[in-house]
């Protein structure tokens, strides 16, 4: 299964194709702009997002509820667009266009390099496809991942655990259930689970944004009821963690992602780390403890599989940083006119919808079907397969 996208975020559209998909999933359009929704909220959000209003549009692969097993072409209007449609035409008449040519480089964003790599003078052409309105196309493939997950039983939760310097415990998954974290995260103004966290977390966004800085944060991705053996330890690229960290730090503004206890595990000891094996009548194998966040060897082991990322922050500032026009080569303080100044809670939806497609995909290599019914006899008896193994 793979998907591409294509757009600018002041073009016309998002694009998205995906190809792949077993026929007869069941498909709900609502539950994809429910989640397009979810990742335009947030505290800290700009006033792009008060213009948008994302709906996916469904071009091919699904019919009455359901995928064919054709491919599945989907699109999201941007609305931002009747307001640029001279400045971001495809013809050749340039005369307007070139006056407002784009020569002063953003720190922290792919301009420069996207610039002389590409070579273009107009940055316009690197910045509206670095810019992550992309991730709304990714927010709605990983909705359609999401859905076929649900079909075998799998479940993806998503929460924020630090904006700026309030960070949140570690959660303790046998007290809470993954409703019960999207029930909570969803009631969020940050999407974080401690209602005292939150309201530090907000203060700090504010403060922020009043100084015209800006803020990242550490979100925690959770997926349940996971079947062992997704993944492989044969080769480097059928790691399931490895590519689930890869997908979260593709993510814009992602600087890094930790499985389970991740980075803390380089302080503790092997007995603090590893989690003992246990077996019962009822559950088959387990563990007491799931401190390497349901990996061992690149593959599921059956326990939730748990990844966080860091994303820095965001790199437009109200309080200008210093760079350099390509032109003049003249220093210059970089002014701007709207930006997010703190988008960690819609990035942790992004974040779910990526590991929910990398989850999908790994479970149709190890249990190759075309159409769903296969898909969840494979997903079932493994689970069977597990207890009395
Ligand atoms: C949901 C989301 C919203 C973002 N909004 C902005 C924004 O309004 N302004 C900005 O400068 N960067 C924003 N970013 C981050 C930039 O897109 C990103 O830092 C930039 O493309 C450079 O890529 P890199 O940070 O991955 O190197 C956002 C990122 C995400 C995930
Ligand atoms: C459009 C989205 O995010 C955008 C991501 C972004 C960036 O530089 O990454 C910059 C801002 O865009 P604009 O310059 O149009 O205000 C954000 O609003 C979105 O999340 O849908």
Redesign the pocket.
């Known amino acids: 299964m793979r998907y591409l996208t294509a757009g600018e975020s002041h073009g016309p559209q998002l694009t998205m194709i995906i190809e792949g998909l077993p026929s007869r999933v069941p498909f709900s359009k609502e539950k994809v702009d429910e989640e397009l929704l979810r990742?335009q909220k947030g505290h800290g959000r700009?006033r792009?997002m008060q213009i948008e209003s994302d709906e996916v549009q469904i071009l091919s692969g699904i019919r009455f509820g359901m995928t064919t097993g054709a491919p599945v072409a989907l699109a999201i209007e941007n609305k931002d667009w009747a307001k640029w449609t001279e400045i971001m035409s495809p013809k050749p008449e340039q005369d307007e266009a070139d006056k407002r040519r784009v020569s002063r480089p953003?720190p922290?964003?792919?301009d420069l390099n996207g610039a002389i790599k590409y070579g273009h003078r107009d940055m316009r052409d690197v910045l509206e496809r670095?810019?992550?309105r992309e991730?709304a196309a990714r927010v709605a493939v990983g909705a359609v991942a999401k859905q076929l997950l649900e079909y075998c039983g799998i479940k993806v939760a998503g929460h924020v655990v630090r904006i700026g310097s309030v960070g949140t415990e570690r959660l303790d998954l046998s007290r809470l259930t993954l409703d019960e974290i999207r029930e909570k995260s969803e009631a969020s103004l940050v999407r974080c689970l401690d209602p005292e966290a939150e309201q530090a977390m907000i203060r700090e966004i504010d403060a922020a944004k009043a100084e015209g800085d800006s803020l990242g944060g550490v979100v925690e991705v959770i997926v349940e009821n996971v079947p062992v053996g997704l993944g492989s330890y044969v080769h480097y690229d059928r790691k399931l963690d490895a590519r689930i960290t890869q997908a979260i730090v593709s993510?814009?503004?992602?600087?890094g992602a930790e499985v389970g206890i991740g980075f803390e595990a380089g302080e503790r000891k092997g007995s603090a780390v590893h989690d003992e094996i246990l077996w019962s009548e009822e559950q088959g194998y387990y563990r007491k403890t799931n401190r390497l966040g349901g990996f061992e060897g690149g593959m599921t082991n059956g326990e939730p599989i748990v990844v966080r990322g860091v994303?820095?922050p965001?790199?437009?500032l109200y309080k200008p940083l210093q760079s350099v026009d390509i032109d003049s080569k003249e220093p210059f303080a970089a002014s701007i006119e709207r930006?997010?100044n703190c988008?960690v809670p819609?990035?942790s939806v992004?974040a779910e919808s990526v590991v929910a497609w990398e989850v999908a995909k790994a479970l149709l290599e190890t249990f190759t079907s075309d159409k769903a019914e296969d898909l969840l006899r494979e997903v079932e008896r493994r689970h069977q397969e597990v207890k009395g193994f």
Request: aromatic share 4%; glycine share 8%; proline share 4%.
């Open positions: 990742r700009g792009r953003r922290g964003h792919a670095s810019s992550a991730t993510i814009n503004a992602f600087k994303m820095k965001i790199p437009t930006s997010d988008a819609a990035a992004v």
